[in-house]
């Protein structure tokens, strides 16, 4: 290996569930048997009805169909509760840590399993049923989980949408899955500050009317209760039993949707379902955090992503687990925040963003330092390529060199962790998320989906399915197989470019598709574009991804104006204005360059690659430029640039 290399520490080692001969040795039969492999892994969760069928997918182009434990029954909510009552009855399920560093919550599992049943009677009573779909809008508080586990409970389909979503966005996401109830809180607390979520949702109605909004007070700011439609969760919960029959679900029942970004068109509703999701969720939890009873699991994430779902929720809670949820900010009230909270709760897993990592790293030394941190054990990163030097400053300064990094590679899509190291198992290399988990089968391919051998460079797919996959997208199975499965036939496309070294390690180098990744957030460009174009001054608009040194990307939007507007500072703080106001904070363009014309071929498409690279400020070697419908165009956008070094 010639890399720098950290190999396993003995005590690591010691009490892994699998060292490095153990992972060969199951991989290898993962991949062999995956009906044997999976038919005994299956039995992780508790099943109503237990399955005879495993595996039943095909990734055939012209057929593409995935199925797990298609015979079997199950349900999820009693999975991640009833089942562990009689032994963890009184241990700690959730931790919450509120915004504030004087406020948090304790919930064991029997709190939970009153909780949940409340709320689930409470939608059952509002009308929900099995296969309806529920929109939860909510903060990271603990109702999140509860009503994520209400609906598991009654069989409804839950769609999350991020806090952080305008009104417009949560709009589209309520009409795309037609979801007549939206759960919901009169404000969220981040940083301190306020989050209008009620009144945010009150303005999606307008455009996607529900027929119930759930209100749960989490602030006690002022909103305003349309009668008829508004109940506070509070009021209402009282009037309900703490008892709720769960429903018996197939494997292949849906669990819940969650819309992400592709390089195209408005948002994916992403289908996940009920047997295999859970398997896998709860599997690779075990094993890649190496989770063992009285360990305090903290993953940073919010609910409204899938890491929130799998490694908050569902993954932790079918593991009887101790999951940590937090309500704030990394930097609220200070860069220490992250430190201090797992000193308070002695939290011994940690599982971040490479973007909170940077940004920590930035703040100084000093606020790492003065903390004990002694209860780490395993640090976790997720969302987006780590940088060695993030990898370095996480390992030595956060982890004192003691602590094992896993860099877990996956995406919405595939529901759960697919390329990681094994703390017990994997020599680690800063940067790289290392080797596949069990029953995923990585290759590379080139542009025409050859597969490329050995250490190597290229597309990343995967050729086979595992429990976790996505099933379709939520009313539109052709764009699941289009986006997925058009590419390169016969295989599933990540959207990502890797390296593979001699020693069989995934490098993952970002998208190779028109998706950014902004503070591990997924952004579409088109999205953006579509947004800028909306405003009344604009004509046309291109954006692209730059290099940030804490997002990890930015986004970089090239404006061409109406006829006669003038390019002025003011514009452009109107045009972040507008575009967070259309999607949300996250969506806002960090550049905005003023650009008579955009680079386009004679058939008037834009070429991006050009529009990258002066984005980059690297514009030197702009390759070919040729079959450039205007060549100067390109001179005046290199002189106007707006990232200079
Ligand atoms: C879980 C999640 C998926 C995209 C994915 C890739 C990037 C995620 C990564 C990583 C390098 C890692 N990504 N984890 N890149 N190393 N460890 O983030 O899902 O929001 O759907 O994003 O994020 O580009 O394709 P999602």
């Known amino acids: ?152 409970r009654i069989g409804a389909i839950h769609s999350i949408v991020f806090g952080g979503f305008s009104p417009d966005s949560l709009a589209q996401r309520i009409q795309d899955c037609e979801s007549k109830v939206i759960i919901t809180a009169d404000e969220g607390l981040r940083g301190g500050r306020s989050v209008p979520l009620k009144a945010n949702a009150d303005r999606a109605a307008e455009k996607a009317p529900v027929d119930c909004m759930i209100v749960v007070r989490r602030t006690g700011g002022a909103v305003t209760m349309v009668e ?10 009282d009037r309900v039993s703490d008892h709720c029959a769960p429903v018996e679900m197939n494997a292949e029942d849906p669990l819940f949707i969650l819309y992400t970004s592709g390089s195209t068109g408005s948002p994916k509703g992403v289908l996940h379902t009920t047997g295999g999701y859970l398997v896998y969720a ?65 939290v011994t897993i940690f599982y971040t963003a490479p973007t909170a990592i940077r940004s920590l790293m930035g703040a100084g030394d000093e606020h790492v330092t003065r903390t004990s941190r002694k209860s780490l054990r395993l640090l976790g990163s997720v969302g987006e390529p780590i940088n060695p030097e993030a990898w370095m400053w996480y390992h030595k300064v956060v982890g004192e060199e003691r602590c094992p990094i896993v860099d877990t590679w996956w995406q919405t ?12 198992a994997t020599a680690l290399k800063p940067g790289s998320a290392t080797r596949p988990f069990f029953g995923v089968q990585p290759a590379v391919v080139d542009a025409e989906g050859n597969f490329l051998e050995g250490a190597t460079e290229g597309n990343l797919v995967i050729t086979d399915s595992w429990p976790g996959q996505m099933r379709t997208v939520y009313g539109d199975h052709e764009r699941f197989v289009q986006t997925y499965f058009a590419t390169y036939k016969g295989m599933y496309f990540t959207g990502d ?36 174009v909306a405003h009344p001054k604009v004509s046309e608009a291109a954006v692209v991804g730059y290099p940030h040194d804490i997002k ?47 680079p386009k071929t004679r058939s008037g498409k834009i070429m991006r690659r050009i529009l990258r690279k002066i984005a980059e400020d690297s514009f030197e070697n702009l390759g070919d430029t040729s079959t450039l419908a205007d060549p100067t165009v390109v001179d005046d956008l290199i002189t106007n640039r707006q990232n200079r070094g």
């Open 1 to 152: 290996m010639s890399d720098n290399v950290f190999p396993v520490p003995a005590e690591v080692a010691a009490r892994a569930y699998v060292d490095d001969a153990k992972y060969q040795e199951m991989y290898r039969r993962s991949v062999e048997d995956p009906d044997g492999f999976w038919r005994e892994h299956g039995k992780r969760v508790d099943w109503i009805k237990p399955y005879t069928k495993v595996k039943h997918t095909s990734y055939d182009y012209h057929n593409v169909s995935i199925k797990w434990f298609e015979d079997g029954t199950l349900n999820v909510s009693t999975n991640c509760i009833d089942r562990h009552l009689e032994k963890r009855g009184d241990q700690p399920a959730i931790i919450w840590e509120g915004d504030d560093p004087s406020e948090h919550k304790v919930i064991t599992y029997r709190e939970l399993h009153h909780e949940v049943c409340k709320f689930a009677n409470l939608l059952h009573f509002k009308g929900v049923k099995k296969g309806d779909r529920v929109t939860i809008y909510l903060p990271m508080i603990p109702e999140a989980a509860y009503a994520m586990l209400a609906c598991a």
């Open 282 to 346: 709860s599997m690779t939890h075990q094993y890649v955090f190496d989770y063992h009873d009285g360990d305090i699991y903290w993953c940073t994430a919010d609910v409204g992503w899938v890491t929130g779902h799998s490694y908050i929720v569902y993954g932790p809670l079918a593991n009887g687990a101790t999951t940590l949820m937090f309500e704030g900010v990394p930097t609220y009230p200070s860069a220490g925040r992250f430190w201090d909270v797992v000193d308070k709760h002695k």
């Open 228 to 237: 008829g439609r508004d109940v506070w969760y509070h009021e209402e919960a």
């Open 552 to 598: 990890g990307q930015g986004i970089y939007a090239y404006v061409t104006l109406m006829e006669g507007e003038e390019p002025t500072d003011a514009l452009k703080k109107e045009l972040v204005a507008h575009v967070r106001k259309e999607i949300g904070p996250i969506a806002s363009p960090d550049l905005i360059q003023f650009a008579p014309g955009l």
């Open 497 to 532: 470019g890797c390296r593979r070294d001699a020693d069989g390690y995934y490098w993952i180098t970002g998208r190779v598709d028109d998706v950014i990744n902004v503070s591990g957030h997924r952004m579409g460009t088109a999205e953006v574009e579509s947004a800028l």
């Open 413 to 424: 899509e595939t529901g759960g962790i697919l390329i990681t190291p094994l703390p017990g």
